[in-house]
Every structure is written in structure tokens, then in C-alpha cells.
């Protein structure tokens, strides 16, 4: 039995421009909020306070989160490596926040420079700062299914992080693979243990497309019952630890599966499609998803 309903937490204004190289306007990520809502998405991950230093993408971060005219019913989260970082969340007046620990010791090394055990210190005094406030914490296990440094990628290891990010009172538990190396047998183990410790309506999937293998890891977890995923409109986001490869699964290609198989989304496939295409033209690309690609080309010549 599949589940009836399905929530996506769409990424795109976040985790799918943040390593575009050419700058990206706040007008035009606030555009894009704009129409993911108008869309039917109810769940955005809108941009990180993060250093400007590191990620000089969303160096505006605070401007993006001013200019968002917000809908009732829409979750408006950030990503928030640290104490500043929830300061800024929080005068941002943020919905939730996003912190993320590796399954892997050797990417929370190279990629944040500490200790997984650190990693998640940090992210304490984070997590008691939201629940003070009133603010949701949503939690990432990023390289849950696969490592660029090490390789594979111990289930035991994923159930450990999980356990201490429950620990330290995070809300919601998301199981990420982050460079797109998962399979369907792999991720049902890695969901299997996951579910032994997490409500399933507070676990997601967030997976990446590298080897074409997000759609049916998608269909292995809704099998499980699992119901909530992260997506990124237009396929935005590259992998940066996979030369060349794709990120983000595209949300229009997650829709078109769930839709094909009666699950309802309360999103509209073709504001969708405009969303990717709108988003697609402002960074002088074609979408990387195929929906969107095949349904555009059935539209007839603008004009």
C-alpha cells in the first residue's frame, strides 16, 4: 500500500542555486518562491545564513527573506549551520531551520572541517534556540547512502547519526544522498533502520540523481510508507563531488511519478513546468528535468 499523500519540500531556491557560479538576484530568487507556492508547494527551503565568504551565493539571504510575500499554510525553512546563522534565521522570522550532520567522518571533515561528534555539538545550542522560539528543526544525514572519500557507508553509521541528532532534539530526521550512489535495496535498509527510531511522518528522502536512480529509490521508500521528500524545481543543483553530474532530483519528474500513481500533491504539474522554465531561462539553461523538458517541447512557439 502507497501512501495516499505525498509532501514535497521543494529545495531549489536553497540547496539548488547556492553553488551557481554567476550571481542570482534576490529579485529573482523571490520570484521563484513566488511561483513554487503559486504552484501548490507548501514546504520551500528558501535560502542559508551561512557565510558570504563560503557561500556568496546567498549572501542575501536576509533580502530574500524580506521580499518573500508569504501565503498562509506555506513552510518557509533556512539552513543554519550555527548560532549567527539561527540569529539570522530567526530575525528573518523563518519557519524552521535546517542543520545537517554526515554518516560519513571523512566528508564532515573535509566539507565542514570538524568531527561529526563536533558537528553535531555545534548544532545543540541551535536546536534549543529554535524550540525557544517556537521553530521546527529539521535535520539532514547527508552521505547516508555513499561517500566521495570513503566510498560506502555503514547503515550502523546512519542509524548512529540519527540517533544523536534525535538526541539533541531535532524534529525531523531526512536521509540524504548526497552524491547520488544509492539503490533501491540500499535505500530501503538505510529507511528500514531510520524507521526503527523516527515517526514516518517526520522522516523524508533527499536524493540526488547522478545515476539515475532517484525515481525508483522514491517508489522504494513510498513502499515503505515514507511520504515526505525533498525536491528541486527545474533539477537545479549540480553535484559538486561528482564531476559533471546532475544534483537534485527535478521536483516536475517527482510529481509526474506520484501523480501517475494516484498520490495526491496539491501541486500543479504545468505552473510547475512555467516555475522551471522561468528559473531555467534566468541562468541561460535548459531544465535538467525531463518532464519539464518533454512537456515544453509540446507546447507550441511562444508568439
Known amino acids: 500500500m502507497l501512501p495516499t499523500h505525498v509532501a514535497l519540500v521543494d529545495v531549489g531556491p536553497r540547496d539548488g542555486l547556492q553553488n551557481e557560479a554567476?550571481?542570482?538576484?534576490?529579485?529573482?530568487?523571490?520570484?521563484?518562491?513566488?511561483?513554487?507556492?503559486?504552484?501548490?508547494?507548501?514546504?520551500?527551503?528558501?535560502?542559508?545564513?551561512?557565510?558570504?565568504?563560503?557561500?556568496?551565493?546567498?549572501?542575501?539571504?536576509?533580502?530574500?527573506?524580506?521580499?518573500?510575500?508569504?501565503?498562509?499554510?506555506?513552510?518557509?525553512?533556512?539552513?543554519?549551520?550555527?548560532?549567527?546563522?539561527?540569529?539570522?534565521a530567526l530575525?528573518?522570522?523563518?519557519?524552521?531551520?535546517?542543520?545537517?550532520?554526515?554518516?560519513?567522518?571523512?566528508f564532515s571533515q573535509r566539507n565542514i572541517n570538524c568531527s561529526i561528534t563536533e558537528s553535531i555539538a555545534r548544532f545543540q545550542p541551535v536546536v534549543a534556540a529554535a524550540h525557544a522560539h517556537g521553530m521546527r528543526v529539521r535535520a539532514a544525514v547527508s552521505c547516508a547512502l555513499g561517500c566521495p572519500y570513503q566510498g560506502e557507508v555503514a547503515v550502523d553509521d546512519v542509524d548512529d547519526v540519527v540517533d544523536r541528532l534525535l538526541g539533541i532534539g531535532c524534529d525531523h530526521i531526512g536521509i540524504a544522498d548526497t552524491i547520488g550512489v544509492g539503490t533501491a535495496g540500499q535505500v530501503q535498509r538505510v529507511m528500514?533502520?531510520?524507521?526503527?527510531?523516527?515517526?514516518?511522518?517526520?522522516?523524508?528522502?533527499?536524493?540526488?540523481?547522478?545515476?539515475?536512480?532517484?525515481?525508483?529509490?522514491?517508489?522504494?521508500?513510498?513502499?515503505?510508507?515514507?511520504?515526505?521528500?525533498?525536491?528541486?524545481?527545474?533539477?537545479?543543483?549540480?553535484?559538486?563531488?561528482?564531476?559533471?553530474?546532475?544534483?537534485?532530483?527535478?521536483?516536475?519528474?517527482?510529481?509526474?511519478?506520484?501523480?501517475?500513481?494516484?498520490?495526491?500533491?496539491?501541486?500543479?504539474?504545468?505552473?510547475?513546468?512555467?516555475?522551471?522554465?522561468?528559473?531555467?531561462?534566468?541562468?541561460g539553461r535548459k531544465p535538467v528535468s525531463r518532464v519539464a523538458n518533454a512537456l515544453l517541447a509540446k507546447r507550441p512557439p511562444a508568439g
Not at 523563518?94 to 542543520?99: G, L, P, R, S, T
Not at 527545474?234 to 553530474?245: Q, R
Open 91 to 106: 530575525a528573518a522570522g523563518a519557519d524552521e531551520v535546517v542543520v545537517f550532520a554526515a554518516a560519513s567522518e571523512a
Open 22 to 88: 554567476a550571481p542570482v538576484s534576490a529579485a529573482t530568487k523571490i520570484e521563484l518562491v513566488h511561483r513554487l507556492q503559486a504552484a501548490g508547494l507548501r514546504q520551500i527551503e528558501a535560502t542559508s545564513f551561512v557565510s558570504p565568504k563560503w557561500v556568496p551565493q546567498m549572501a542575501d539571504a536576509a533580502e530574500v527573506m524580506a521580499g518573500i510575500q508569504r501565503q498562509p499554510g506555506v513552510r518557509y525553512s533556512v539552513l543554519t549551520p550555527n548560532m549567527k546563522g539561527f540569529e539570522g
Open 192 to 283: 528500514e533502520r531510520a524507521l526503527q527510531r523516527v515517526p514516518v511522518a517526520e522522516l523524508s528522502g533527499h536524493f540526488h540523481d547522478t545515476y539515475g536512480q532517484a525515481l525508483t529509490n522514491i517508489h522504494a521508500c513510498l513502499q515503505l510508507g515514507v511520504h515526505t521528500f525533498d525536491t528541486s524545481v527545474a533539477g537545479l543543483g549540480g553535484c559538486p563531488y561528482a564531476k559533471g553530474a546532475t544534483g537534485n532530483v527535478a521536483t516536475e519528474d517527482v510529481v509526474y511519478l506520484l501523480h501517475g500513481l494516484g498520490i495526491v500533491t496539491g501541486i500543479d504539474l504545468d505552473a510547475l513546468v512555467d516555475t522551471a522554465d522561468f528559473i531555467s531561462r534566468a541562468l
